[in-house]
């Protein structure tokens, strides 16, 4: 997934010269509470937020330009970049949002945390039946019912649960992405137990070739 694919390109954006007071009227219209500042040709040159406005007109500033941070204080990513790019960049700096340039540095969406969080939040809901499909179709020669046998002796072999293949199948019918983490204590726990399972599956698949 790219950045692209995650931002908003309904931002508003603002000008060096542009009075303050339009520009605070502007984002209570359209609910933003960040807004890139661009030159004439769509470039970034500066950034500013409801906070550095309301700073602004409390000081009794009239450009944006005389409150905008600088365009080298600003944290960007480009259009292209993976989108966990983003995400790393936004918990790293602690950011509500950032600008997203194109290969011409033009300004063309922002990064919001609210967009991350809804794309993460689908993440989430997808069926872990769907991932043990796209591993099954990775898996060439291994059947369905091999991968599932598979899967719930590594489960065993964890938990000390003892589960039918036709049980765990079931399973993962019912639970999404984001309960499977929790329930197995975590992401990493979640994809060492599914890596577990594909090396399984592979190495009772040698062994049989062997015999």
């Known amino acids: 997934m790219k950045v692209k694919e995650i931002m908003d390109k309904e931002f508003i954006f603002a000008a060096p010269d542009q009075k303050i007071d339009d520009v605070s009227i502007r984002m ?3 609910r933003k ?3 890139p500042v661009v030159d004439k040709d769509d470039k970034l040159v500066g950034w500013i937020t409801s906070l550095d406005v309301t ?3 409390r000081e009794h500033k009239k450009k944006v330009k005389d409150i905008m941070h600088s365009k080298e204080k600003i944290v960007t990513v480009h259009e292209n970049d993976p989108a966990r790019l983003a995400v790393l960049e936004a918990s790293k700096h602690k950011l509500v949002s950032i600008p997203v340039l194109n290969e011409k540095e033009v300004v063309v969406g922002v990064v919001r945390t609210f ?3 809804k794309t993460l939040s ?3 809901e997808i069926k872990v039946y769907k991932i043990f499909e796209a591993m099954h179709h990775e898996l ?3 059947s369905w019912n091999e991968l599932m046998e598979a899967a719930s002796i590594v489960t065993r072999r964890y938990t000390g649960e003892r589960i039918t293949p036709e049980e765990y199948e079931q399973r993962i019918k019912n639970s999404t992405f ?5 329930a197995t204590g975590g992401l990493e726990k979640f994809f060492v137990g599914f890596t577990a399972i594909g090396e399984l599956v592979i190495a009772r698949k040698v062994a049989r070739a062997r015999r």
């Open 28 to 30: 209570e219209e359209k």
């Open 33 to 35: 509470f960040t807004s």
């Open 55 to 57: 700073r602004g007109l």
């Open 115 to 117: 967009d991350i969080v």
């Open 122 to 124: 689908q993440l989430y």
């Open 140 to 142: 060439k020669g291994v």
């Open 178 to 182: 984001g309960e499977a983490i929790w």
